[in-house]
């Protein structure tokens, strides 16, 4: 008998294992509830979100030939909410495009389901969500709705969920197919043509006491190999953070370690660090004070093993400028980690209006050894501002205005592959926001 069946057995009994103690306390607590079908609400809420965009160093430095780029996108979304004790069926559908990007007179459609869920009760506080859904933990650093991209993000999923006074549970799992998948007999092959994975375990935890909160996150993806749909590569994640918060002082400290293979089978070993301290006046002003360190590779002694830390599924927009820099890991790394001493000041001008300045310090974590050279070039990479304004005009609507520029040195020209660092780098947007309930029913 093929001995790769037997691989795959245990590798499948290891993760069963993993995760069956954190399930049994998920499920400790279940206590069967009567259902009453009395009361039921109905909702529809509208999201109207455009967008325009000044581009003149986004993502990528400029040079001498070229030119700034702008355009206006937008977000259409309706969401459906229905709820009766026991039961809740969400979904969400949206329209995502630049405009002018397509012919009016086009034929082909562009709606997408965003979310569709249901969520049935299966005892007190427990609670199983099956369908498509948005991933949320924590600062959303390895999870989230990304929501300052249009699309959003989102999973198809079976997620456990238990909550009891200061103790929460989630238990995720998810198995993705390529189109066509139903049609199949034998074998299971996800080779879409998109980067994403085959197999999702994850597992959230978080207890509050007092003043402190603890959280931890065990994740496990795989990703199939490019050549062989027997071939899975299972990467590993498990950290957590705690959290302290007296008056107006918080802080907090994360960590997580990496480990398995990367989604190209490469054996990987990598971890990351955030530290942080926040202090928050009776009215106006909020102070953030912290740093990302991300693992990387060390250009002059390279191994066989990547330690290059991949951030999963987060949020990047928030964290590391809004220019948005260092999105694609570790490839905006060049593999060389990175260091981001952040500041970031806020201040509440009254009610409606928010005014925000953030900076940041890029320095590569690691050595990076330009190709053909012998000597690792310098660690400091540059700096950048985010200028940021809220306006909340009205319970439904809110006005964003931001302005970032850039400053790189030479060593940012060979992690990005391209650019003049003598140029300063721009980019500017205005979003509105519309978020009105067009409906909503009440049955008692």
Do not use: C
């Not at 207890?207 to 590569?233: H, M, P, R, W």
């Not at 089978?265 to 301290?277: F, K, M, N, R």
């Not at 599924?313 to 890991?329: A, C, E, I």
């Amino acid at each position: 008998m093929d001995t790769r069946f037997f691989q795959n057995l245990s590798k499948k009994i290891r993760l069963f294992v993993f995760f069956v103690p954190v399930f049994l306390t998920i499920t400790h607590g279940y206590t069967q509830e009567k259902i009453d079908s009395t009361r039921e609400s109905f909702t529809i809420d509208l999201e109207f979100r455009p967008r325009s965009e000044f581009r003149n160093g986004y993502r990528q430095m400029r040079n001498d030939t070229t030119r700034p780029a702008f355009f206006t996108e937008g977000r259409n979304r309706l969401y459906f909410n229905y709820e009766r004790k026991g039961f809740i069926f969400h979904t969400s559908i949206q329209d995502v495009r630049v405009w002018g990007q397509q012919d009016p007179r086009s034929t082909e459609g562009s709606i997408q389901v965003f979310e569709g869920y249901v969520q049935p009760s299966l005892g007190k506080g427990f609670s199983v969500r099956i369908g498509r859904q948005k991933i949320m933990f924590d600062n959303q650093r390895l999870f989230a709705q990304n929501d300052w991209r249009q699309n959003g993000g989102s999973h198809d999923g079976v997620r456990f969920m238990y909550m009891k006074n200061s103790f929460e549970a989630d238990l995720i799992g998810a198995f993705n197919q390529g189109k066509g998948a139903q049609e199949n007999f034998f074998d299971t092959d996800f080779s879409p043509g998109f980067s994403s994975y085959k197999v999702l375990l994850v597992n959230f935890l978080k207890y509050k006491k007092g003043e402190f909160t603890l959280s931890g996150v065990n994740s496990a993806d795989a990703f199939q190999d490019t050549d062989s749909s027997a071939i899975t590569y299972w990467r590993f994640t498990q950290g957590g953070r705690i959290e302290y918060s007296h008056k107006r002082l918080y802080a907090t400290l994360a960590g997580y370690f990496q480990y398995g293979k990367t989604p190209k089978g490469q054996a990987l070993s990598a971890w990351y660090i955030q530290p942080e301290i926040q202090y928050k006046d009776n009215q106006h002003w909020t102070i953030r004070l912290g740093a990302e360190i991300f693992s990387g590779d060390d250009g002059l002694y390279p191994t066989t093993t990547s330690h290059s830390f991949d951030a999963l599924y987060g949020v990047n927009h928030r964290f590391l400028g809004t220019m948005d820099y260092f999105t694609r890991f570790p490839n905006d790394f060049n593999n060389a980690g990175l260091i981001d001493p952040y500041l970031f000041v806020f201040f509440k001008v009254n009610e409606k209006l928010t005014l925000r300045t953030d900076g940041h310090l890029f320095y590569s974590q690691n050595n990076f050894l330009p190709e053909g050279e012998q000597t690792a070039i310098a660690r400091y990479l540059g700096f950048e501002n985010d200028l940021l304004l809220y306006y909340k005009a009205n319970s439904f609507t809110e006005i964003q205005l931001g302005y970032s520029w850039a400053t790189f040195t030479p060593s940012m020209v060979y992690i990005k592959k391209g650019g003049n660092s003598d140029l300063i780098q721009h980019w500017a947007f205005l979003m509105i926001t519309f978020k009105p309930k067009l409906f909503s029913h009440i049955k008692s």
